[in-house]
């Protein structure tokens, strides 16, 4: 069918052109044949006028098949790169990888995630049992990390958190063509849950004959979509990254302070870590009609870390939010939204409420970046080649990239993540 399509586009143009050429050459003569001011030569030359019109149409469809034949590609390319993404859970493009990371559904330049799937959310309310492996140990775990947090001052508090229950998919038909649509049922948990479980998968547990293995390997669950999360025996718990952009297309970053998650105890040698606009959606994040909505935990994001939004104090509005990727994390078990947030403010003017306006738990301060791959400086952030910087974890690298890649497109993104200058 794809060969057909192709097919048709390349027939059509060059059709009208041939049909042309034969109509015109047959008039021409025709007109030569007939007297001047008959009604004869005046019929022809009417026709001559409609074959030049449809000459022309045939020329534009021509200029235009580059760009359809083009746009094509990129979906084959982007489709082609999901698909693999399963099997290896990993993402590497040119000289950057993304660990633990793959595609669910992805934007391509310029069209958000959600105009190539659709997808509906029910919410219940309920909540997972807890695994007896995890039983046995998270107090213990918890207190740990209650230490951990009280001598290096990081903010650990037990708020609810919304669970991914279950997922499903099916194709509907939309418009003449038929679009994955996913159906999401919601349940709750809790940030201490997540942090005993979904950060704790690769912790050793010793077990009563002194033999080792990983929380991961006890619960013997590996699951290879999002579509596994149903089976999963720990809370699927949902996080979401949001890339920040000035009106002058600098790109926003945090460095990171006090976090629990992805903090400067994760950084490697004198690097700072930086992040984008992270935060773990809750139940409460909901659009005017009351339904689960991973955007409205977004714009509450930018709020809390940023101080962006509609309020007159907040340092800036924000003019577009749009959804750019959707993926499952391997590493934490975790499904991950990821957004473009477009502002109506430059790098200059917010640049002195920044201070006062982040969240002071997480973010020592603001740096920015021009919003382009062919910077050095952000190319060499997604590669992980940065001399002062380096992302914080998988999911900030993949937020920038959904992000970029909504902005430059797959090719461009390869040809510049290929460059090692």
């Given at each position: 069918?794809?060969?057909?399509?192709?097919?048709?586009?390349?027939?059509?143009?060059?059709?009208?052109?041939?049909?042309?050429?034969?109509?015109?050459?047959?008039?021409?003569?025709?007109?030569?044949?007939?007297?001047?001011?008959?009604?004869?030569?005046?019929?022809?030359?009417?026709?001559?006028?409609?074959?030049?019109?449809?000459?022309?149409?045939?020329?534009?469809?021509?200029?235009?098949?580059?760009?359809?034949?083009?746009?094509?590609?990129?979906?084959?390319?982007?489709r082609r790169f999901s698909e693999d993404s399963w099997k290896t859970r990993a993402l590497t493009v040119g000289e950057m990888t993304i660990p633990?990371?793959?595609?669910?559904?992805?934007?391509?330049?310029?069209?958000?995630?959600?105009?190539?799937?659709?997808?509906?959310?029910t919410t219940t309310g309920a909540r997972r049992s807890r695994h007896p492996a995890v039983d046995a140990v998270r107090e213990e775990w918890l207190q740990g990390d209650r230490e951990r947090a009280d001598a290096l001052g990081l903010m650990f508090v037990d708020l609810d958190a919304a669970d991914l229950l279950d997922a499903s998919l099916e194709l509907r038909v939309e418009n003449g063509r038929r679009v994955p649509h996913y159906s999401f049922t919601l349940g709750t948990t809790t940030y201490f849950e997540f942090a005993s479980t979904a950060l704790k998968l690769d912790r050793t547990l010793v077990a009563d004959d002194g033999s080792e293995r990983s929380l991961r390997d006890v619960l013997g669950c590996d699951p290879h979509s999002v579509l596994d999360v149903g089976e999963l025996p720990?809370?699927?718990?949902?996080?979401?990254?949001?890339?920040?952009?000035?009106?002058?297309?600098?790109?926003?970053?945090?460095?990171?302070l006090r976090t629990f998650v992805a903090g400067p105890g994760d950084a490697e040698g004198s690097r700072r870590p930086v992040h984008v606009v992270a935060e773990g959606l809750i139940p409460t994040d909901v659009d005017d009609d009351g339904n689960f909505s991973p955007i409205a935990g977004a714009r509450r994001?930018?709020?809390?870390?940023?101080?962006?939004?509609?309020?007159?104090?907040?340092?800036?509005?924000?003019?577009?939010?749009?959804?750019?990727?959707f993926a499952f994390d391997h590493q934490r078990w975790q499904p991950y939204f990821v957004f473009l947030a477009r502002l109506d403010r430059t790098w200059a003017e917010i640049q002195p409420g920044?201070?006062?306006?982040?969240?002071?738990?997480?973010?020592?301060?603001?740096?920015s970046l021009p919003f382009d791959i062919e910077h050095a400086g952000l190319r060499l952030l997604l590669q992980g080649r940065h001399p002062e910087f380096q992302l914080a974890s998988n999911h900030a690298t993949a937020g920038l990239w959904?992000?970029?890649?909504?902005?430059h497109g797959f090719e461009q993104m390869r040809d510049e993540l290929s460059s090692t200058r």
């Open positions: 069918m794809s060969w057909l399509r192709l097919h048709q586009w390349l027939v059509r143009p060059f059709a009208l052109l041939l049909l042309s050429g034969a109509l015109l050459w047959s008039c021409s003569m025709l007109f030569y044949d007939t007297d001047d001011g008959s009604f004869a030569r005046e019929l022809i030359s009417s026709v001559i006028g409609t074959i030049l019109t449809l000459a022309a149409a045939g020329l534009v469809a021509l200029f235009a098949l580059r760009h359809r034949l083009a746009s094509r590609r990129e979906k084959q390319i982007v633990h990371m793959s595609i669910v559904v992805s934007c391509t330049q310029g069209v958000p995630w959600t105009r190539r799937a659709s997808c509906t959310y720990i809370p699927a718990t949902i996080g979401s990254g949001t890339v920040a952009v000035t009106s002058n297309n600098r790109v926003l970053l945090s460095v990171r994001a930018l709020r809390e870390e940023l101080h962006v939004g509609p309020r007159s104090d907040h340092i800036a509005k924000v003019t577009d939010l749009i959804e750019v990727g920044v201070h006062a306006a982040t969240d002071s738990w997480e973010s020592a301060m603001l740096i959904f992000a970029l890649l909504y902005q």
